[in-house]
């Protein structure tokens, strides 16, 4: 079972446009992280954000985390069509190290 | 660094016929799991191991799949016999235990077609 829900399931924007993609979840958590994955590629680590933080910043990429709303957001500034690919929350509950993936947002980035 | 390596990258099988993938970690990593993702979604947790013995099997459907990580390296997933249902993509991932925050390192994956 997926403990997470990804908004919107499809985006598609202009390069050099900015992407957020949402993420909520059900149950209390250690921390969240953001994976990338290109088609038919593995999943990438892009940034994690512990459950006491509320922002974290790694390039173009902002994520925000908002415990009370058990939400989270990932946003891309001046994509790029190398950004295309589908994005992952994963979630990291307190018991034990199992992390639990939403179901993803496709992005798709036109040159 | 060599990153997680899979074989084979792409099976096509009959039903009711057996099936290996096999998953190297990155060296050094005690820690590997097995996932399955179904075209759409996300990926969901088979197995995870801690060297050699398995800590997390709850999600792995015992009566047709099975999987073993003998000296606690490389790993090995298997189904048998395989159902239509199976046809998804299976990844292995590594990480470093002991690293609190651990991020997982995942290899390309095998995508398993049964027809």
């Known amino acids: 079972s997926q403990q997470g829900e990804e908004d919107p399931q499809a985006l598609s924007i202009q390069e050099g446009e900015n992407a957020t993609m949402n993420c909520s979840y059900k149950t209390s958590i250690n921390n969240l992280q953001w994976y990338r994955q290109n088609s038919g590629r593995g999943l990438v680590h892009l940034i994690l954000?512990?459950?006491?933080?509320r922002e974290k910043h790694s390039g173009r990429l902002r994520v925000t985390l908002d415990t009370s709303k058990k939400s989270s957001s990932l946003l891309i500034t001046a994509s790029r069509a190398a950004d295309t690919a589908s994005y992952f929350c994963a979630t990291r509950t307190n018991q034990g190290g199992k992390l639990i993936f939403g179901q993803g947002t496709e992005l798709s980035v036109k040159p | 660094e060599a990153g997680v390596v899979q074989s084979p990258r792409y099976k096509i099988i009959e039903k009711k016929q057996p099936v290996a993938f096999w998953c190297n970690p990155i060296?050094?990593?005690?820690?590997l799991y097995w996932y399955l993702q179904n075209l759409g979604q996300g990926p969901e947790l088979l197995i995870r191991?801690?060297?050699?013995?398995?800590?997390?099997d709850s999600q792995l459907p015992k009566d047709r799949f099975s999987a073993e990580r003998l000296k606690g390296v490389d790993s090995t997933l298997k189904i048998q016999p395989a159902e239509l249902g199976d046809s998804a993509v299976y990844l292995c991932a590594s990480s470093l235990a002991g690293k609190r925050y651990n991020e997982q390192f995942f290899g390309p994956g095998t995508r398993l077609t049964v027809l």
């Open positions: 060296s050094g990593h005690n820690t």
């Open positions: 191991y801690e060297n050699e013995e398995a800590v997390d």
């Open positions: 954000i512990r459950s006491n933080e």
